[in-house]
């Protein structure tokens, strides 16, 4: 009961209106992932785009942090319960990367991959959502590790495990395939709003 009634107070303020279903909000930033955290070499460091497009692309982290940056502000929501609020966002827009891809017009999905082997599926409209960026800053700092850095998709309207750290790279589908929390009972598509967290719901 302790716990319920802090919650409550945290809640003071907030318009309950932001917050979804199922969900209480906190000013922590809980890090939450499988496996370590893994040690980056920026020299060895590229983001590869592959599977459905016209040509493949690499680019190496410079060439990623070289294209137009953007500033955005999100709520963003974890599976866990946790819900954060007016978080800040510094990057690269997910529709910068895509203007240099051209994709075959069979892809309907995407499966974003990561460090360790990690990946997330998203429905291709999902991924492409203008708000979405590849994010290396937080909080006007360089993103911290546990929490991404170098690079991270930061998808905010879906749970946020969608939201792949120590991002690698993309690959274009012409079918939803699922990715690492996916096959571990994780929902396909994940929309917060709907409290999608498992597999039936
Ligand atoms: N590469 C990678 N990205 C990941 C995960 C992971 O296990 N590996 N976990 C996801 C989950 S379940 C959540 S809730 C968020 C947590 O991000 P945070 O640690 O910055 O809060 O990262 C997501 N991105
Ligand atoms: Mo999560």
């Known amino acids: 009961m302790v716990v319920s009634f802090f919650k ?3 809640t003071k303020g907030i318009d309950p209106g932001r917050i979804p279903p199922g969900q209480y909000y906190t000013e922590r930033f809980p890090v ?3 496996g370590s955290v893994p040690g980056v070499d920026l020299d060895e460091w590229d983001f590869t785009v592959d599977g459905l497009v016209s040509s493949p692309q690499r680019w190496d982290y410079q060439g990623v942090r070289s294209m137009d940056t953007v500033r955005r502000t999100f709520d963003i929501h974890c599976v866990t319960k946790w819900s954060k609020l007016d978080t800040d966002w510094e990057g690269v827009a997910v529709t910068e990367v895509m203007s240099r891809i051209e994709l075959l017009p069979a892809v309907s999905h995407v499966l974003v991959v990561a460090e360790h082997g990690f990946t997330a599926n998203l429905p291709l409209a999902d991924f492409l959502a203008e708000p979405n960026l590849f994010a290396y800053r937080f909080d006007g700092e360089e993103l911290e590790p546990e929490h991404g ?3 991270r998709l930061v998808v ?3 749970y946020f495990w969608k939201s792949v750290k120590w991002v690698r790279g993309l690959r274009f589908l012409d079918r939803d395939e699922p990715g690492f929390w996916e096959r571990n009972g994780y929902h396909m ?3 917060p709003w709907n409290e999608q967290r498992f597999w039936g719901d």
């Open 149 to 151: 850095w170098p690079l």
């Open 32 to 34: 939450l992932h499988a």
């Open 8 to 10: 409550r107070q945290e």
């Open 189 to 191: 598509r994940g929309d």
């Open 156 to 158: 905010p309207h879906l």
